[in-house]
């Protein structure tokens, strides 16, 4: 009973037990499995060993046993704590209780049939401060008992009677419980012979034989009801004949068992221990240790500092998206922001929105909204966050697309590609996203899921593990949809980085954006690749996984609307790019009008309808020589001089129209004036027509 008295004061209700299975030790532990039940002790497990122990040792740490009981002799406990050693079973975490009667310094012996190979420091570490139980041998009373004899008088005719020094007696401890088993046997028989004198007929002990049971039947009903004190203390007896004397609790401190407590069986007390203060127990955790590591779930939520600071983030990057959204709308019409398609730099800056919004839904937990407006709100996130990414990336390289096809017209044929095609490339992108996430949530759909991470122990307290909790949404195969939606967008980034490479020469700065979109789907990939990778590797930390996460997502999304809206901002007041219009650059200084290119474009069309003019007319000269040579004529040498003379104006025209053209050409590119244009033209219809005099041409245009 002192052994779960001990239990229950210190509140051990999950135990371990181990003994050597010789009968000593295997009935005793019998009953105390028997008795643990409604003592309301919890046997973890029970383990027995005949020979080498290291097996049972190890079960009873894997079982998580942590108070042991063991009953096995001193030659086998030596073999017991070294494996214990090695199991790491001791400490601040562990008691051992065990059989209390070993020879003194019982470690430091050795048995060459019962060896071990642990050292003796590592025996007398693995032993610290376990706890024994035993019979109390002596009285702790001052007042003499039934003998009229108190304990130290016994103890000295005891020594005086064998000649001193009784510690050299085997056995001399049990003295005491000898000397008081002959006053209970002799109490019993005087009892005993009182009441059969007083039956009907008279008897006397003496009458006793063996077949008697009557007699016997008064013995045991005696012998149950004594009660005295005894040099060994009180002496009573239990229902089932067992002495109930006092225990001791003893504790090993410093390499020598200490008594720490006294079992009193007489007391009516619910804890019939008493435990010393002087000295008292030493318990090397500073306090009892667990019966068991206390498992205590801790739930893993955003913390409210992290979520507000997340959002303050994002509503700072919603705002910027929306003065971005002010500046196209307001210059919309001007001719760079038209340039740039600004209705698909408004889907950029919805999809940049969304991908904001999407930040401030993660952090909502469930710390924050109930069960089921947390799935809902988890739900909405993954259509917000999958139509973002298709909003933004897609209106970005749609309109890429344009810029591409335009400029790889090797035919330069004129095409036009309108808005609304660009808007039909974004719808289906949106639409595959719709399409795969109804799927989702048709056939797969997301549900509330409880996690936990690895166990931790408290760093206050080694009995205690923390084990984090977090609730999570999650379907039966969501690797199936995530990777789909992940092939999508892969395939949507791989597409952008093409155009972009593909429009790389392409220097109209209104048109082209490959160089930010490069650098935009740069830090994307790399970003979500890290994100995933940091999703599945840390999903159990949630603050870091929420902060690394949305700080990716603000990243790339800041990041991806200021390289493509601040250069626009800071391009508005300019009127046009320079070049020429192959190589898609302009300059303000070598700017037509278009009514400079029409008058130039009349003066061409006049000097080739002179050359066909004069190619008529020299055809009818020749047709007339041929005429009169024919008729063996001659001609008039005017004649022949006149077609010389048209043949002559003939070429003059045609060599000098040519100049003009390239001329024109050149002096378009050098930046030539147009009143030197008009020089040239005249000195032009000068050569080509030497009849006009300069007072019959034109003097804006040099024509006639």
């Known amino acids: ?48 060993f005949a020979n080498d122990p290291a097996v049972q040792v190890s079960n009873l740490k894997k079982q998580g046993a942590r108070i042991i009981i063991g009953n096995f002799y001193e030659n086998k406990a030596r073999q017991v704590f070294c494996h214990a050693y090695k199991e790491g079973m001791f400490g601040s975490k562990y008691v051992w209780i065990i059989t ?47 003998s009229n004899r108190t304990t130290s008088q016994f103890l000295e005719e005891y020594s005086d009677y064998v000649g001193g020094n009784v510690e050299m007696l085997s056995g001399y401890q049990e003295a005491p419980y000898g000397y008081d088993s002959v006053w209970t046997i002799a109490l019993m028989l005087h009892e005993a012979e009182q009441r059969l004198q007083n039956s009907t007929p008279s008897r006397s002990i003496s009458d006793f034989h063996y077949n008697d049971t009557d007699m016997a039947e008064m013995f045991f009903d005696i012998m149950s009801n004594t009660n005295f004190e005894g040099v060994s203390g009180p002496v009573l007896f239990t229902d089932t004949g067992d002495r109930q004397g006092l225990m001791q609790v003893e504790q090993l401190q410093g390499g020598k068992e200490v008594r720490v407590g006294i ?21 090397q955790g500073g306090k009892p240790p667990a019966d068991a590591e206390q498992l205590v779930e801790k739930f893993q939520v955003v913390s409210f500092a992290l979520f507000v600071t997340m959002a303050t983030l994002a509503s700072f990057g919603i705002m910027l998206a929306l ?8 210059y919309r019409y001007h001719r760079f922001i038209k340039m740039s398609s600004p209705y698909m730099n408004n889907l950029i800056l919805f999809g940049c929105i969304l991908a904001y919004i999407s930040i401030i ?3 909502i937990d469930t710390s924050l909204t109930g069960k089921d407006e947390y799935l809902l709100i988890q739900k909405t996130n993954c259509w917000v966050l999958a139509i ?9 390289f749609s309109k890429t697309w344009r810029v591409h096809k335009i ?23 949106v639409l595959i996203d719709v399409f795969v996430l109804s799927l989702w949530e048709g056939i797969d759909p997301l549900q509330l899921a409880r996690q936990t991470g690895p166990q931790q122990e408290d760093p206050n307290d080694s009995d205690i593990v923390i084990v984090p909790v977090w609730i999570t949404c999650e379907s039966k195969q969501p690797m199936y949809w995530l990777g789909t939606l992940y092939a999508v967008k892969g395939l949507l980034l791989i597409f952008g980085a093409f155009l972009a490479w593909e429009t790389r020469n392409v220097t109209v700065a209104a048109l082209n954006d490959s160089k930010y979109i490069g650098t935009s789907v740069y830090n994307v990939v790399i970003l979500s690749f890290v994100g995933v990778a940091v999703s599945l590797i840390m999903n159990h930390k949630v603050d870091a996984s929420y902060l690394l996460i949305s700080a990716f997502i603000f990243f790339a999304t800041t990041l991806t609307q200021c390289m493509v809206f601040i250069p626009k901002i800071k391009s508005r007041n300019e009127v046009q790019p320079s070049g020429t219009m192959l190589t898609a650059t302009w300059t303000k200084e070598s700017e037509e009008t278009q009514k400079e290119k029409n008058e130039r474009d009349k003066r061409v069309s006049s000097l080739n309808d002179e050359i066909k003019r004069l190619k008529e007319k020299l055809t009818m000269y020749e047709d007339r020589i041929m005429e009169l040579e024919n008729n063996g004529g001659q001609q008039d040498k005017e004649d022949t001089t006149s077609v010389a003379q048209v043949h002559t104006n003939e070429t003059n025209a045609s060599k000098e129209s040519k100049k003009y053209t390239l001329a024109t ?13 008009d020089s040239k033209n005249q000195a032009l219809t000068t050569a080509v027509l030497p009849g006009i005099k300069p007072n019959d041409m034109d003097p804006r245009t040099g024509l006639p």
């Open 361 to 363: 839904l993660s952090g």
């Open 388 to 396: 973002s990414f298709s909003l933004a990336f897609g209106a970005m």
């Open 323 to 330: 003065g971005f959204l002010w500046f196209n709308l307001r």
């Open 263 to 283: 079992y009193d069986p007489s007391s009516s007390a619910e804890i019939k221990i008493t435990w010393s203060d002087d000295p008292g127990i030493i318990w």
């Open 1 to 48: 009973m002192v052994k779960f008295d001990m239990l229950k004061y210190y509140g051990w209700s999950s135990v371990g037990t181990l003994h050597q299975t010789v009968d000593v030790f295997s009935l005793a532990m019998a009953a105390f499995l028997d008795e643990a039940e409604e003592n309301g002790i919890d046997i973890i497990t029970s383990e027995s």
């Open 407 to 429: 400029f790889t017209n090797k035919k330069l044929e004129k095409r036009v590609i309108k808005d609304v095609q660009l808007f039909g490339m974004v719808g289906l992108l």
């Open 665 to 677: 050409t050149k002096d378009s590119k050098n930046n030539i004036p147009s009143t030197t244009r």
């Open 100 to 146: 209390g009667w070993y020879s003194s310094e019982w470690w430091r012996q050795e048995d060459p049939d019962n060896s071990h190979d642990c050292t003796l420091e590592q025996l007398e570490e693995a032993i610290s401060g376990y706890f024994t139980t035993d019979a109390l041998p002596l009285s702790l009373s001052e007042t003499p008992g039934v």
